[in-house]
């Protein structure tokens, strides 16, 4: 999505209401999602959720220091 098109856009002040960025390449949205976090990246995002699920997926795959021990 646009962020011209999204409902939380601030055409006056011509930036996101929620403070939030909207990559448009996937590569950027990992960088941005690296560097500032996925909570960062605005939930209209066409790879927002393709990020949230690769963590997910990368966390599930980690053995838990509790286990360890």
Do not use: H, W
């Amino acid at each position: 999505m646009y962020c011209r098109d999204c409902p939380r856009y601030d055409a006056e002040a011509r930036k996101c209401r929620d403070g939030k960025v909207n990559p448009q390449k996937y590569e950027l949205a990992v960088d941005v999602a690296n560097v500032l976090g996925v909570r960062a990246i605005c939930t209209y995002n066409d790879f927002r959720e393709r990020l949230v699920l690769s963590r997910r997926r990368q966390t599930e795959a980690e053995p838990s220091p509790e286990a360890s021990e």
